[in-house]
Antibody
Framework: EVQLVESGGGLVQPGQSLRLSCTSS????????MTWVRQAPGEGLEWLGL??????????DYAASVRGRFTISRDDSKNIAYLQMNSLKTEDTALYYC??????????WGQGTLVTVSS | DIQMTQSPSSLSASVGDRVTITCRAS??????LNWYQQKPGKAPNLLIY???TLESGVPSRFSGSGSGTDFTLTITSLQPEDFATYYC?????????FGPGTKVEVK
């Protein structure tokens, strides 16, 4: 059974960093495009970025809103994907979802981890 | 970036109604157009991918169509469990943007 479980969320001050983890089971993260999506309170979905599968070179792409501040990576040996978030802003407050990308669609989602950026 | 718009932003409907949601891309995309359903307090769920292919387990009352820049999600006979918010997403190029969502509410 495919499962994705996010962890690492919490309350941080503006300017601080946080690393989210996505622990996956039932598949190998290296074989898929691991993608992060967030949802601010009461708002819609925002695609943040992805790390492509090994077959596609493991390259990354990001939304403009987080490019240069956020980094997506994965550890194939642990089957975990990560979202490193630096220079956090209040507008980064959201529920962060880890998703599995397969053939340009997001077929499995975790339940999300909440990040609150506030002084 | 490709901008995705949806209309309407919300609609009120009754059980048994036919519901149509439109999604428009700011430029022509290939067939990488997906639809997701999200219920309150839950993660989104993939409904349709590649414009018109139903994800496994999705009821046949859901269907998708369209091409180029204009796409449609149709629910032929709305059921109580279908009251939710629906998002389109383009998977053509990064960033793989979502539409703003359409909330389907009880009339």
């Amino acid at each position: 059974e495919v499962q994705l479980v996010e962890s690492g969320g919490g309350l941080v001050q503006p300017g601080q960093s946080l690393r989210l983890s996505c622990t996956s089971s039932g598949f190998n993260v290296g074989d898929y495009a691991m993608t992060w999506v967030r949802q601010a309170p009461g708002e819609g979905l925002e695609w943040l970025g992805l790390v492509r599968s090994k077959n596609y070179g493991g390259t990354t792409d990001y939304a403009a809103s987080v490019r240069g501040r956020f980094t997506i990576s994965r550890d194939d040996s642990k089957n975990i994907a990560y979202l490193q978030m630096n220079s956090l802003k209040t507008e980064d407050t959201a529920l962060y979802y880890c998703t599995r990308g397969f053939e340009r669609r997001l077929d499995y989602w975790g339940q999300g981890t909440l990040v609150t950026v506030s002084s | 970036d490709i901008q995705m718009t949806q209309s309407p932003s919300s609609l009120s409907a009754s059980v048994g109604d036919r519901v149509t949601i439109t999604c428009r891309a700011s430029q022509s995309i290939t067939n990488y157009l997906n639809w997701y359903q999200q219920k309150p307090g839950k993660a989104p769920n993939l409904l349709i991918y590649a414009i018109s292919t139903l994800e496994s387990g999705v009821p046949s009352r859901f269907s998708g169509s369209g091409s180029g820049t204009d796409f449609t999600l149709t629910i032929t006979s709305l059921q109580p469990e279908d009251f939710a918010t629906y998002y389109c997403q383009q998977g053509d190029i990064t960033p793989r943007t979502f539409g703003p969502g359409t909330k389907v509410e009880v009339k």
